[in-house]
């Protein structure tokens, strides 16, 4: 399974939280209350961030070695690692709502007969356009 580590920069603030920022991928931040909540922010921010990148189809850099001269006096640098295809597979068949528009005596003839709109939709779905994903 592919996996991407990069490397964390955690800052401490004055009241006990961190933040957290990627130097080779710029706009990728997140925070924490406490230093293993950064962390674990960290991994969901690094997974999305890359999975954007990668539905955006911009290209991702390798990572790289930080520079110490770069780092915050008091941060903290960590190799964050996650499992990009995980993430996708996550991302991918997560449930999102939709709006329909339907006549209201077929909406209210399906709800007589009990149909389960979001089943019926996805079947059809996926019939009209010929997939048998997830």
Same mark, same amino acid.
């Given at each position: ?31 924490? $209350? $406490? ?10 921010? &690094?997974? &999305?961030?890359?999975?954007?990148? $990668?539905? $955006?189809?911009? *290209? ?57 709109? *979001? ?16």
């Amino acid at each position: 399974m592919r996996k991407a580590t990069y490397f964390a920069v955690f800052e401490p603030s004055t009241e006990g939280n961190f933040g957290v920022f990627f130097p080779d991928l710029p706009g990728c931040i997140s925070m924490g $209350d $406490d230093f293993q909540h950064a962390q674990s922010m960290a991994e969901e921010a &690094l997974g &999305l961030h890359l999975w954007g990148m $990668d539905k $955006d189809g911009e *290209s991702i850099p390798s990572p790289s070695q930080p520079k110490f001269s770069d780092i915050p006096e008091g941060a903290v640098v960590v190799a964050i690692t996650v499992f990009p295809d995980m993430v996708s597979n996550e991302m991918d068949n997560r449930a999102v709502k939709t709006n329909i528009t339907l006549p209201a005596w077929l909406k209210e003839l399906a709800e007589k007969q009990g149909v389960n709109f *979001s089943q019926i939709t996805q079947a059809a779905l996926k019939e009209y356009l010929g997939v048998e994903k997830h």
